[in-house]
């Protein structure tokens, strides 16, 4: 089965802007996860989203959000990108309590 | 709030030795606890996890941990390290019952195995 895709790869983006990045869940996977990696900080849990609906947050200010469709595939939103949000945001999607993670989308900030 | 301790940034082992990287979580409550491991250019990989049950549980490659309710502690295994095992290892918890929720992770314990 194919694995958890995200999207894009990698992109760089100035101090301020906004920013989209993109988890499409393995087939039959209904809940979707967002972790950051950021440099010194280690894998830090944002966001969980299951049958569409937002069931828990981590430590994050409100401008990280996101949303699942009716496909379960997931965006999530950076909204005044700062300095400190340059990291590595991993999804990962869930069967039976196991979290399957993609390869990740590399964002820099600058 | 939960917390993972992995007490080892980083190991470097010879092939054929013996292996056990240390976790210990804090947390009041049940928990489920997993090892994931990332290979040098590759994405997170469960190698193994602990719901209930018989507290030593088998992974992929030959790995295993043991679940120490008493000292908070999943500790991973492997009695002969090759070469492959090179990686870094995360050792992660969330809290049973409460449906899948986020993991909390280790920073991670960056292993090095020497030929």
């Known amino acids: 089965e194919a694995g958890v895709t995200q999207s894009p790869t990698h992109l760089i983006k100035t101090r301020g802007q906004q920013v989209t990045l993109r988890c499409s869940p393995i087939?039959?996977?209904?809940?979707v996860y967002w972790y950051q990696q950021a440099l010194g900080l280690g894998l830090q849990f944002l966001l969980w989203?299951?049958?569409?609906?937002?069931?828990n947050r981590g430590n994050f200010p409100p401008r990280f959000s996101g949303r699942q469709f009716p496909n379960y595939s997931s965006e999530l939103n950076v909204n005044a990108l700062e300095l400190e949000d340059s990291a590595l945001y991993l999804c990962?999607?869930?069967?039976?309590?196991?979290?399957?993670f993609g390869p990740g989308t590399r964002l820099t900030v600058t | 709030a939960q917390s993972v301790s992995q007490h080892n940034h980083h190991v470097i082992l010879s092939e054929a030795a013996s292996l056990e990287l240390g976790c210990n979580y804090s947390?009041?409550?049940?928990?489920?606890l997993f090892w994931y491991v990332q290979y040098p250019g590759q994405h997170l990989q469960l190698l193994l996890k602990?719901?209930?049950?018989?507290?030593l549980v088998k992974g992929i490659k030959g790995f295993e941990a043991e679940f120490i309710k008493s000292k908070f502690s999943f500790n991973l295994r492997k009695p002969s390290v090759q070469w492959s095992d090179t990686a870094e290892y995360f050792c992660?918890?969330?809290?049973?019952?409460?449906?899948?929720?986020?993991?909390?992770f280790g920073k991670g314990t960056h292993l090095i195995i020497q030929p």
């Open positions: 989203y299951d049958e569409g609906e937002e069931r």
């Open positions: 947390y009041g409550g049940t928990v489920n």
């Open positions: 602990y719901f209930s049950g018989d507290p």
């Open positions: 992660a918890v969330n809290e049973a019952g409460g449906g899948a929720d986020g993991l909390t």
């Open positions: 990962a999607s869930s069967r039976a309590g196991e979290q399957y």
């Open positions: 087939s039959g996977h209904t809940s």
